[in-house]
Structures are given as structure tokens and as C-alpha cells.
């Protein structure tokens, strides 16, 4: 099922655009910002300079991980190395698993780096609550980029694939507030939007319990785990793998 060879095309073409390169050059920028608005703040310096380090670097990786995917895919569309690699003895799924590998292997590195951003600031808060946020912050990054995946290969226009993709992140990201206003007395819970909102959250991931700031500075304390991390990114990654196989497999070119 999986090429070696595939993955191997999709790690080069990150080397190809500098991709770690210019990730690397970002997040010091933004662990360099970081110490220096932590150094002005009159209390707490080290925690507010953990906090806003983890808040960036995580959104700049996300962001640069999708726009890769989104590019690379439509890229591969345009100049027909799609269809070239259909002429080779690779099936469809294959390419689309061994792409999702790749492009995991990249998040890993990726979080490898927002940890390393972070550790730096703060080494002396360095705690099980940063590994879970570390962690979380890859299993993050590896749904976004299948859901970028799916997005890039089902939409023709890369900067709309772009911005599809990102409003999936933002519902996720804000996920638990909407929910949380349905659960309230605010609105009537048996509405038709109420109804709508609670079925959208069944496919919608539950970004906003990943990688929680809050992590940080007092550790895990909510009882949160990293098997239900693992388990989320799992089963999102396999429903949109399985929506993007669906859609590659019926096409034709």
C-alpha cells in the first residue's frame, strides 16, 4: 500500500522549497519576539514568554504545513505528475497513503521544532505538560495537512482549497465555545441551529482541546491524556484519508 519512492518524491520537494528552512528562520524570529515582549511584562515574565512562544509557533506551523500540501498537490495537478504517476504500476490509494505519510513525517518534524522553540524559552518550566502539548501540537499538524490534502485534490483553486482548509481549522479551534453556548441557557437547545451545530461537531475535530496554553504553565491537570489525543488525530485522519481515497479513486483524468 505504501511507496517508499512517493514519500521519498514528497520529503524532496520540501527540501526543494526549503520548507524546514524557512519554518526554522520563522519560529526564531518568533521565539526571539517572545523573550522580548516576556522581558517588558511586570510579573510572571517566563510564563507569559512560554505562552506566547507556543501560541505562535503553533499557528505558523500549521499554516506553513498547509500551505505546502495545498501547493504541492495543486502543483502536481498542473504540471501532470499526477497523471504520470497513475502511469506507473502505483495504485491511487497508495499515492494518496503514501502522501499522508509523508506529509505526517513532516508534522512530526515540524512539532519537533515548535517543541525545541519552545523548550528554549523556558527550560526550567520543561514538564509532562509540555511533552502532552508537543505531542498534541503534531497530532494537530497531521489533520490539518490530510484535511489539506482533501481540500487541494477535490478543489481546483489553491487559494481556495487554502481557505477552506483554514476555515476547518478556526471551527475547530473554536469548536468548544459554540458548543459550550449550545449547552448554555442562551439559546434554545432543541433549535434547528443548536441540532445543525451539534452535527457538525461529530466530524469536526476537537482542535481546541489540543495543545492547550495552559499546559504550559500549571502542567495536565484536567485529566487529559495523550492516548485521546492520539485517538482524535487517528480517527479525523482516517475519515478525511477515506473521503480524499473516495474522491481520487472515482475520478477521472
Known sequence: MLSVPLMKYVLMAALRD???????????????????LGSAAIVEKSQFTVVFAGSGSRIVAVLGLVLFVVFFIRRAFDSKEIEYLLSRPVGRLSIICSFALAFSVLCVLMGLGVGACVFAVSPHLFGYGHVLWI???????????????????????????TMATLGVYVLGRLMGQLLGIVDSNMVDSYGIYSMAMQMVSVITPRLDLLGQSSWLIYGVQDGYSLVYALLQGAFFSALVLSATGLDFVRREF
Open 18 to 36: 526549503k520548507l524546514m528552512f524557512a519554518m526554522a528562520i520563522v519560529l526564531i524570529v518568533g521565539a526571539s519576539l517572545s523573550v522580548f
Open 135 to 161: 505531542v498534541s501540537v503534531m497530532v494537530e499538524a497531521v489533520i490539518m495537512v490530510n484535511t489539506a490534502m482533501f481540500f487541494s485534490m477535490y478543489i481546483s483553486s489553491a487559494s481556495s482549497a
